[in-house]
């Protein structure tokens, strides 16, 4: 089989089809950039909540003066009170759960505050209205519940936050977002392996005289699909080129310019280190499918 030959067979079938083969491409193009950003997605959920489950904190909140809560009846929590809260924290029940406690004072909370709101909204509640509280880090970020549960309903807590059940529904509409992903590349994909069978069927049907030549002359199966499988494999390949092409400058100009400038919070963020690792699963997705479309067709259609 002479490769040379082969190749410009599949050439010129492609030239043939310039219609479909666009749209081949095409198809492909949209389903594969579905594909990578849903594979990037699900890779920036799982090191987002990898980094900030490693670092998200629960936070028991002491009673502060302006508390009302049925914990806080006696208004601010008094040092007694704090210091019961610190030693359980310390106590053998709960140290071994722990790797770290940070004790914020008011003077602490009310910065915390003035960065959030400003100096001029925070003036208004004041240092002496703040409540003092206790930052905790879990070894096992999936334990945080148990400092929620010894806490709760405790005197002078008014309220047990755990940070990580605030990032959770980000985590969902981003899993979610990657669910609608994947769906539409499914359905992109199938049209695509459908468009490329179609394709070669009528290119096989416009040189159906060439085939009835070759079979008379003995060429072999092998020979006469070869160049059709060529033609679907070309068109699939350029579109997944383009697909790769788009995930890159997605991350490049999309995540590591914009996203990264506007939300902090996110971070870390997927980079091009991960967008190239894509970029071959995305070629070999389309040369796969259209390989074995494009095979399965002209068998198919030489059978009949």
């Given at each position: 089989?002479?490769?040379?030959?082969?190749?410009?067979?599949?050439?010129?079938?492609?030239?043939?089809?310039?219609?479909?083969?666009?749209?081949?491409?095409?198809?492909?193009?949209?389903?594969?950039?579905?594909?990578?950003?849903?594979?990037?997605?699900?890779?920036?959920?799982?090191?987002?909540?990898?980094?900030?489950?490693?670092?998200?904190?629960?936070?028991?909140?002491?009673?502060?003066?302006?508390?009302?809560?049925?914990?806080c009846v006696?208004?601010?929590?008094?040092?007694?009170?704090?210091?019961?809260?610190?030693?359980?924290?310390?106590?053998?029940?709960?140290?071994?759960?722990?790797?770290?406690?940070?004790?914020?004072?008011?003077?602490?909370?009310?910065?915390?505050i003035v960065?959030?709101?400003?100096?001029?909204?925070?003036?208004?509640?004041?240092?002496?209205?703040?409540?003092?509280?206790?930052?905790?880090?879990?070894?096992?970020?999936?334990?945080?519940?148990?400092?929620?549960?010894?806490?709760?309903?405790?005197a002078g807590?008014?309220?047990?936050?755990?940070?990580?059940?605030?990032?959770?529904?980000?985590?969902?509409?981003?899993?979610?977002?990657?669910?609608?992903?994947?769906?539409?590349?499914?359905?992109?994909?199938?049209?695509?392996?459908?468009?490329?069978?179609?394709?070669?069927?009528?290119?096989?049907?416009?040189?159906?005289?060439?085939?009835?030549?070759?079979?008379?002359?003995?060429?072999?199966?092998?020979?006469?699909?070869?160049?059709?499988?060529?033609?679907?494999?070309?068109?699939?390949?350029?579109?997944?080129?383009?697909?790769?092409?788009?995930?890159?400058?997605?991350?490049?100009?999309?995540?590591?310019?914009?996203?990264?400038?506007?939300?902090?919070?996110?971070?870390?963020?997927?980079?091009?280190?991960?967008?190239?690792?894509?970029?071959?699963?995305?070629?070999?997705?389309?040369?796969?499918?259209?390989?074995?479309?494009?095979?399965?067709?002209?068998?198919?259609?030489?059978?009949?």
């Amino acid at each position: 089989m002479r490769i040379g030959l082969v190749i410009g067979e599949a050439l010129l079938g492609l030239r043939r089809n310039l219609s479909m083969v666009i749209s081949v491409v095409l198809v492909t193009f949209v389903s594969l950039t579905f594909v990578g950003a849903a594979v990037l997605m699900q890779t920036q959920i799982s090191t987002m909540r990898a980094y900030w489950g490693e670092k998200a904190e629960v936070t028991v909140y002491m009673c502060s003066p302006l508390s009302t809560s049925d914990t806080c009846v006696g208004g601010e929590a008094s040092e007694e009170q704090i210091e019961k809260v610190k030693q359980d924290l310390e106590g053998d029940a709960l140290s071994p759960l722990i790797s770290q406690v940070r004790f914020q004072s008011k003077e602490d909370a009310y910065q915390d505050i003035v960065a959030q709101l400003g100096e001029e909204q925070a003036s208004v509640i004041g240092v002496d209205n703040t409540s003092v509280d206790f930052r905790v880090i879990m070894k096992d970020p999936q334990q945080s519940e148990v400092i929620s549960e010894a806490f709760h309903g405790v005197a002078g807590v008014e309220a047990v936050k755990d940070q990580r059940k605030l990032l959770d529904p980000l985590f969902s509409a981003l899993t979610v977002a990657t669910y609608i992903a994947v769906g539409v590349a499914a359905l992109m994909l199938i049209a695509a392996v459908l468009l490329i069978a179609t394709t070669i069927r009528l290119s096989a049907y416009a040189r159906r005289k060439e085939i009835g030549i070759m079979r008379l002359v003995g060429a072999s199966n092998g020979s006469i699909q070869t160049p059709f499988v060529l033609e679907g494999v070309f068109a699939a390949l350029l579109g997944s080129v383009l697909a790769s092409g788009a995930v890159l400058a997605g991350v490049h100009f999309g995540v590591e310019g914009y996203l990264a400038e506007r939300v902090p919070f996110m971070r870390p963020l997927v980079g091009m280190q991960e967008a190239a690792f894509v970029v071959p699963v995305l070629i070999g997705i389309g040369v796969v499918l259209s390989a074995l479309s494009a095979g399965f067709a002209i068998r198919r259609w030489l059978r009949t």
